[in-house]
């Protein structure tokens, strides 16, 4: 009975430490931390030194204006002009990495990869060395959403050229930068890109055409992504010797009940959402999930259509795709409950990919919400996400290059610290069960262009004063935390920023 009793007091302390404090927890020594920015959301200079039009220049100048509170990324938070700056906070951080995209119109104003404009190069290189000499490693997306307006009147995405072209400008970026970049991003969110911006009107070049242009811009996506894998691992991987991935934004999907119909549909929407992307590069068998192809097989033929509104791949397609990435780049933020009823018939619009898929998605009201519609704090969600990819695809070696809060102005921000803490400790057990998580990027390191948000949704660490002419940067108290997560490499859920309580106390 003592033995118990003195074996129980024992756990508490190990769990508390001596001021009755929580746990701390550590991360791997390997762990990496960074922060992540997009071109269009926080470059502006939209029309400086060359650079030519890209989609969204184009849709946030239309009159009527798409965007939420009618704003536009002319300047956004001008890091075009304020990369020094930005590069000062990296290192306010301590952050080991900086995730950044490129500007494909800034550096090909054709979008061809016949004329290169110099301008462009100069900005990412006085970037990238200013990053290299403040120890900080570039992490490079090559697309995060911009694409040349050029190409988009050729189609864009739903253009089978535009996987050459695209390979054309990835070459540009390993022939500029990758003497000195060592990790990189192809592609931004296959499913943002093409069911967003291609099936619906939420997302430039607002196509919406959902349950065909959607698809077809999918094939191209998965194809100019590995032929540009594919480049750099014949080209340029022994000399460069860096690491390619594609970064797929992932909700987890919970069933609404544990009806059979409700797993089901759980399971649907995860692999329409991103299993099928994730599916095609990661696993052995590569190409489309079955599920998916079938689905939409039997719904087009019922439609009248001659052959499946989703595109094949063929042998050689799927075999190019397949194993194409050194390692998988997660992007997610939140989770829905799935279900399927008989309210689901005639729910969504004939064709479309809400259709094929056939399921109601809805957040749990209980759940904390974000200054977004879309984003709720579901930590266990990302932990079963994890869990997953562990069991179902593999356990491919992760980094998360996106997670991340929004919240109205304000710098104290603790529901953002709330979350980043809940959401690392989830990380955290994942890694303890053997997931293999090499890294993790918040998103966002300063406030920008939300898209269709405009500057209403605030991502970042630090926020930016939009009606400054300076856009002056001024860390929130989720900067004072996450710099202490960096610092130490661990979690310490008491931690209080000394800044902060003295800001308090001049109060
Ligand atoms: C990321 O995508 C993007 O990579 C990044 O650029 C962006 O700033 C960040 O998210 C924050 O949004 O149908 O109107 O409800 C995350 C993917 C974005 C997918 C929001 C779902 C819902 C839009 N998610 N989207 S809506």
Redesign the pocket.
């Known amino acids: 009975m003592n033995l118990l009793f003195v074996l129980l007091c024992l756990s508490t302390i190990a769990v508390r430490n001596v001021r009755g404090k929580s746990k701390v927890r550590y991360f791997p020594d390997y762990f990496e931390f960074g922060a992540s920015t997009?071109s269009y959301?926080v470059e502006g200079a939209w029309d400086e030194d060359g650079k030519s039009l890209s989609i969204w220049d184009v849709a946030a100048h239309m009159s009527p204006s798409p965007i939420k509170d009618g704003s536009t990324g002319d300047v956004a938070a001008d890091s075009y002009h304020l990369y020094k700056r930005d590069v000062e906070i990296m290192k306010e951080l301590g952050l080991n990495f900086y995730r950044f995209s490129v500007s494909w119109s800034r550096i090909l104003p054709s979008g061809f990869a016949n004329q290169i404009n110099q301008a462009g190069i100069d900005y990412y290189n006085n970037l990238i060395n200013e990053m290299l000499a403040n120890n900080i490693k570039p992490f490079l997306t090559i697309y995060?959403?911009d694409l040349p307006q050029s190409f988009q009147d050729l189609g864009g995405w739903a253009n089978p050229m535009i996987v050459d072209w695209f390979v054309d400008y990835a070459k540009v970026l390993f022939e500029n930068f990758g003497d000195r970049v060592k990790f990189w991003i192809s592609i931004?969110?296959p499913?943002?890109i093409c069911t967003?911006g291609y099936g619906?009107d939420?997302k430039a070049p607002m196509v919406n055409m959902s349950g065909i242009a959607d698809y077809m811009c999918n094939k191209n996506v998965l194809l100019a992504h590995a032929k540009t894998y594919r480049l750099y691992d014949e080209i340029y991987r022994k000399d460069q010797n860096g690491s390619v991935g594609i970064?797929i934004?992932c909700?987890w999907y919970e069933p609404a009940s544990d009806s059979n119909d409700d797993q089901q549909a759980a399971e649907d929407a995860r692999i329409f959402d991103w299993g099928q992307y994730v599916h095609a590069i990661f696993t052995k068998e590569g190409d489309f999930p079955e599920r998916i192809k079938k689905n939409v097989a039997y719904k087009s033929a019922e439609q009248g259509y001659a052959k499946s509104r989703l595109p094949e791949l063929s042998v050689a397609e799927v075999d190019l795709i397949r194993g194409s990435s050194d390692f998988f780049g997660l992007?997610s933020?939140t989770s829905k409950l799935v279900y399927r009823d008989a309210s689901v018939e005639g729910m969504y619009a004939v064709p479309s990919y809400m259709d094929d898929l056939g399921v109601v998605m809805v957040p749990d009201p209980n759940w904390p919400q974000s200054h977004?519609?879309?984003?709720q704090e579901v930590p266990w969600g990302f932990y079963k996400l994890f869990k997953e990819i562990r069991n179902v695809y593999g356990n491919p070696t992760l980094y998360v290059t996106?997670n991340?809060w929004?919240t109205d102005a304000g710098l104290i921000d603790d529901d953002r610290v709330r979350y980043y803490r809940n959401y690392l400790n989830a990380l955290l057990d994942a890694i303890e069960e053997g997931s293999d998580i090499r890294g993790y990027t918040a998103?966002?390191m300063i406030d920008?262009f939300?898209?269709?948000q405009g500057y209403a949704?605030k991502?970042g660490l630090y926020e930016v004063d939009f009606t400054s002419p300076e856009r002056t940067r001024t860390p929130r108290k989720s900067a004072y935390i996450y710099k202490e997560i960096v610092r130490t490499k661990s979690l310490d859920p008491d931690y209080e920023p000394e800044i902060l309580l003295d800001a308090t106390k001049e109060n």
Do not use: I, P, V
């Open positions: 997009a959301q995060h959403w931004n969110e499913k943002q967003e619906t939420k970064s934004s909700t992007n933020y977004s519609s879309w984003l996106e991340g929004s998103w966002s920008n939300e898209w269709m949704d991502f």
